[in-house]
Every structure is written in structure tokens, then in C-alpha cells.
């Protein structure tokens, strides 16, 4: 996807160093190799599977800081708006 079409928003800006460093973390646990620059010659299903191990493990640590009595922040999310 060419730069000016990328229309995916962090909630949390600061947080986007850490996200990736996420995403390449999970992709070489799922065993994917040099999951950064062009990723259009991976299949749609191993993106989708780091994707979704993301997910897993955030909501693995949200449960488990709530097992732990402990209540996690709630970010402030403003309404942001893309345009075309």
C-alpha cells in the first residue's frame, strides 16, 4: 500500500513505535521472517494471523491485570475523522 493510502490511525500516536516492535515480536514468534518494508507478497492469512495473536495477547494482559485487582487505564479517545 503506497503511503499516501494508509489510513490506519493509532488511538494512542505515542504508541506507535512499541505497536511495531509488537507486531514484529509476534510475527517472528509465529515464525515470519523480515515482517517489515513491503508485505504485499504475504498471503492475506499470515497477516491476519499476526494480527490476531496481537490481539490475543493484549487482551491475555488486560484480563490478567484484572485478575490482579488492578484496573488498567482507559485511554481518552477523541473522535478522529479521515478524509478521503
Known sequence: ???GQKTNRKLIPQAANAMDQFKYE????LGIQNY??????LPSRMN????G?????MVAA?????AQGQ???TPQVTNQQTTP
Open 48 to 51: 491476519g494471523a499476526v494480527g
Open 53 to 57: 495473536n496481537m490481539v490475543k495477547k
Open 71 to 73: 484496573q488498567p487505564p
Open 26 to 29: 509476534t510475527a517472528a514468534e
Open 62 to 66: 488486560y484480563e490478567q491485570s484484572l
Open 36 to 41: 517489515q518494508g513491503y508485505l504485499g507478497d
Open 1 to 3: 500500500m503506497a503511503q
